[in-house]
T-cell receptor, first 115, second 112 residues
Framework: DVKVTQSSRYLVKRTGEKVFLECVQD?????MFWYRQDPGLGLRLIYF???????EKGDIPEGYSVSREKKERFSLILESASTNQTSMYLC??????????????FGPGTRLTVL | KQEVTQIPAALSVPEGENLVLNCSFT??????LQWFRQDPGKGLTSLLL?????REQTSGRLNASLDKSSGRSTLYIAASQPGDSATYLC???????????FGSGTKLNVKP
């Protein structure tokens, strides 16, 4: 079974703090993704990575950065957390599109609250 | 830009009913379409993946169909159960392979 794990289920941080969200997958997938999910707005892509050290901006990258130093790990960084970044953060991974079967698998999510 | 729409936004049915959830997309140049289930406060669980060359996929009581030319997919749930209560999302992947476009979901409530 594909497993995508996220470092925390719930996180509470203060405005201005630097926040790290970690995601690890165990299926040797090339692609990894970070989304945020908010009521009424659905899932929005923040960043994705298609290889180690490679990254591309999604639809809402402002205020976020990412790091992918190893294939299995993809980190989302909030440089200076703000209250409007309170949200559910979801990590996902998938094989490359060229595999012909790029099914996407999600982690359990991290509920981040910024006070 | 690809847009994915799911109708209805919410659905309430009595246990045992067969039901259909709808997903439509604006650009038919998709690589595949995936259906997910999400329980409250949890991540997404993959249900079915349909490649663009396929017309349907089945898993247990679930059957998903794909009509690329009309930009539509349906998820059919047979003999619904209270445990099927969740939000169901569809997502399409375009030929650049890397970006998934999600619908906003249909929230299903199956009443005992």
């Amino acid at each position: 079974d594909v497993k995508v794990t996220q470092s925390s289920r719930y996180l509470v941080k203060r405005t201005g703090e630097k926040v790290f969200l970690e995601c690890v997958q165990d299926m040797d997938h090339e692609n990894m993704f970070w989304y945020r999910q908010d009521p009424g707005l659905g899932l929005r892509l923040i960043y994705f990575s298609y290889d180690v050290k490679m990254k591309e901006k999604g639809d809402i990258p402002e205020g976020y950065s990412v790091s992918r130093e190893k294939k299995e790990r993809f980190s989302l960084i909030l440089e200076s957390a703000s209250t409007n970044q309170t949200s559910m953060y979801l990590c996902a991974s998938s094989p490359p599109g060229t595999s012909g079967h790029n099914e996407q698998f999600f982690g359990p999510g991290t509920r981040l609250t910024v006070l | 830009k690809q847009e994915v729409t799911q109708i209805p936004a919410a659905l309430s049915v009595p246990e045992g009913e067969n039901l259909v959830l709808n997903c439509s997309f604006t650009d038919s140049a998709i690589y595949n379409l995936q259906w997910f289930r999400q329980d409250p406060g949890k991540g997404l669980t993959s249900l079915l993946l349909i490649q663009s060359s396929q017309r349907e996929q089945t898993s247990g009581r679930l059957n998903a169909s794909l009509d690329k030319s009309s930009g539509r997919s349906t998820l059919y749930i047979a003999a619904s159960q209270p445990g099927d209560s969740a939000t169901y999302l569809c997502a399409v992947v375009e030929y650049n392979f890397n970006k998934f476009y999600f619908g906003s979901g249909t929230k299903l409530n199956v009443k005992p």
